[in-house]
């Protein structure tokens, strides 16, 4: 992808145009000819291939994943969610219509991934990962993992959080301390995170100036007309983050509660640490 300059916010919670652009500001990373490239993170609960009309579809699910064009994605609700808690997608056809593969994790043998996160990237290596259990009244989970990517290395929090207030606060507190926040790699927070509100009664306040900007959402649900950002992309340093919108298609509407959400990331092959964005 080519770099893109940066944009201001051009989206509102359920307005027809679902995109958001973002101004740089002082944070922007400084403008060397060349030195950086552009990926697609996206996110996408899949509602364990259930669609709006009550088909199990697996086949469906990945159509939209071959949509998104995505060289980093994270699942949500993969796998079943109870008994031996089995993968619900052809990982092996993903990979082959799409180029994604899964980032290996431990755990249960039929699983896709951890709670129901899985993480697919294109193009790059696997340096790192690690699974998490999340604080909260549900059983939930996160994965942190560190990709080499042509672009450049990235680290990824996906993450899934709870449907209670007080168990999001908790869970954001926890992804903070997986974040490391000493280390100077370039980082993103992606998932459902089941927030849809902004400032003081956001549960995701703490995650607050290490992730941002907290003010970039679209809607994402309700698929059909979505007007709550249930589903977020943050990054570490901001300036990371240059495009925000929802994927939104006659086939995403309707495969999935949830409407994908992707985000351009800029990367810099050469590192792209904090040092480097301040």
């Not at 796998?79 to 755990?107: I, M």
């Not at 459902?192 to 549960?203: A, H, P, T, V």
Request: charged fraction near 25%; include cysteine; glycine fraction near 8%.
């Amino acid at each position: 992808m080519a770099s893109r300059p940066g944009f201001e916010i051009s989206a509102e919670a359920g307005a027809a145009h679902r995109s958001s652009t973002l101004e740089q500001g002082d944070t922007s990373l400084p403008p060397e000819a060349g030195a950086h490239s552009e990926i697609v993170v996206a996110s996408y609960n899949v509602h364990k291939c259930v669609g709006l009309d009550r088909r199990f579809d697996p086949q469906r699910t990945m159509q939209v994943i071959s949509e998104i064009g995505a060289d980093v994605i994270a699942l949500q609700e993969a796998d079943q969610r109870f008994g031996d808690r089995a993968g619900l997608l052809d990982l092996e056809a993903v990979e082959r219509e799409t180029g994604l593969v899964p980032v290996p994790l431990a755990g249960r043998r039929k699983s896709h991934g951890w709670h129901g996160n899985v993480v697919m990237f294109r193009k790059g290596s696997v340096s790192s990962a690690r699974q998490i259990v999340l604080p909260g009244a549900e059983p939930r989970g996160a994965v942190v993992v560190d990709l080499e990517l042509e672009a450049g290395p990235l680290r990824i929090i996906a993450a899934h959080f709870g449907l209670l207030r007080h168990s999001r606060k908790l869970q954001a507190g926890t992804l903070l301390t997986a974040a490391e926040l000493h280390s100077d790699k370039p980082t993103v927070l992606v998932g459902d995170l089941n927030e849809w509100r902004l400032g003081k009664r956001s549960s995701l306040r703490s995650l607050e100036p290490a992730f941002g900007p907290m003010h970039a959402i679209v809607p994402s649900f309700p698929s059909r007309f979505p007007v709550l950002a249930l589903d977020r992309v943050m990054a570490r340093p901001h300036s990371l983050l240059t495009e925000l919108e929802a994927h939104d298609t006659a086939l995403a509407r309707i495969a999935s509660d949830h409407l994908p959400i992707k985000a351009v990331i800029r990367l810099n092959a050469k590192g792209n640490g904090l040092a480097e964005a301040a």
